[in-house]
């Protein structure tokens, strides 16, 4: 099962991820993860 770039809008991390502070990457992991979490329940409900 693979996923398509524009499949998940706005999935992607930013090319500066490494650049950001810790904190702020932090955030965008969690965002990611929720944004996953219900894709995933979206295609197995």
Same mark, same amino acid.
């Given at each position: 099962? /693979? =996923?398509? &770039? *524009?499949?998940? *809008? *706005? /999935?992607? =991390? +930013?090319?500066?991820?490494d650049?950001l +502070?810790? &904190? !702020? !990457?932090? #955030? =965008?992991? $969690? %965002?990611l993860d %929720? $944004?996953? $979490? /219900? #894709? =995933?329940? *979206? $295609?197995?409900?």
């Amino acid at each position: 099962m /693979s =996923l398509e &770039a *524009g499949e998940v *809008g *706005g /999935s992607s =991390l +930013p090319d500066n991820f490494d650049e950001l +502070p810790v &904190a !702020q !990457q932090i #955030e =965008l992991l $969690r %965002q990611l993860d %929720q $944004r996953l $979490r /219900s #894709e =995933l329940e *979206g $295609r197995m409900s």
